[in-house]
């Protein structure tokens, strides 16, 4: 049984950085895709970042690009999102989630490329 678990989200103000990490548990999370997502509240949920199951490329909505950073410990079957110069605009719940498919490749942007969801953590970034 795969499970993802996020943690780390709070309320902070503009500026301010947060880290959230997503610990997997369930299967060697080296060998699989990761992505984060978002969702404010009467929105869709929305890309944030991915990275490829080998780490060697990540991508960025360009809402946050420049500020956000995606990484990943396999040591720890972790993954993480650092988010830098955090903005009101930022305020949603956060979700990390990862593909059945073991080293998959796709475009990673789309959230019907995951099948494993974690319960969310919310960001709340006050003016």
């Known amino acids: 049984q795969v499970q993802l678990v996020e943690s780390g989200g709070g309320l902070v103000q503009a500026g301010d950085s947060l880290r959230l990490s997503c610990a997997a548990s369930?299967?060697?999370?080296?060998?699989?895709?990761m992505g984060w997502f978002r969702q404010a509240p009467g929105k869709e949920r929305e890309f944030v970042a991915a990275?490829?199951?080998?780490?060697?490329?990540?991508y960025y909505a360009d809402s946050v690009k420049g500020r956000f950073a995606i990484s990943r410990d396999d040591a720890k079957n972790t993954g993480y999102l650092q988010m830098n110069s955090l903005k009101p605009e930022d305020t949603a719940v956060y979700y990390c989630?990862?593909?059945?498919?073991?080293?998959?490749?796709?475009?990673?942007?789309?959230?019907?490329?995951?099948?494993?969801w974690g319960q969310g953590t919310q960001v709340t970034v006050s003016s």
């Open positions: 990275m490829s199951w080998t780490g060697e490329s990540i």
């Open positions: 989630a990862a593909p059945w498919q073991e080293y998959y490749s796709g475009s990673y942007n789309e959230d019907r490329e995951y099948d494993y």
């Open positions: 369930g299967r060697t999370f080296s060998n699989y895709a």
